[in-house]
């Protein structure tokens, strides 16, 4: 029997990883929407409701791209849905933003801590189904897709 990496099933072509990334995407788009009141949503500064409606359009293609044969542009995209907003929290939590400190110091905010959890599975889904396509394309299977 030949390794799971080599057979064709491994992470970054599998449906349940693919399926999970999707759910993710969403639910990445989802805790955005809700954080920001709804749609079209009130969050301030203009710029930061600009981003946050960028994030969730993007959340909801790139989850329709991972259920496509582009599977692997939309991990490759996964990684700026998940890496965005964490990048976001920290610095909205850190220094904050310009024009923007109301979440200056507030880490533990519920609805920002499940986001971060959400972000991070996504991450790491993204990164090992990348690996994945790269050590495939690196060792094709003789015979095989």
Not at 9 to 14: F, L, V
Not at 86 to 114: A, C, F
Not at 117 to 132: K, N, P, T
């Amino acid at each position: 029997m030949q390794p799971a990496a080599r057979s064709g099933r491994a992470t970054g072509s599998s449906l349940i990883a693919r399926l999970v990334g999707v759910v993710g995407c969403l639910a990445v788009a989802a805790i955005h929407v809700i954080d920001q009141g709804g749609v079209p949503g009130t969050k301030g500064p203009e710029y930061v409701q600009l981003l946050y409606y960028a994030l969730e359009v993007a959340g909801v293609l790139v989850a329709a791209l991972l259920l496509t044969k582009h599977a692997r542009v939309g991990w490759l995209l996964s990684l700026g849905v998940a890496a965005g907003p964490i990048v976001g929290y920290v610095l909205s939590r850190g220094p904050g933003l310009p024009n923007y400190t109301d979440d200056i110091g507030n880490w533990g905010e519920p609805l920002g801590v499940v986001s971060l959890v959400v972000e991070g599975i996504l991450l790491i889904l993204a990164l090992v189904s990348l690996r994945w396509y790269a050590s495939s394309a690196n060792n094709p299977v003789p015979g095989g897709r």
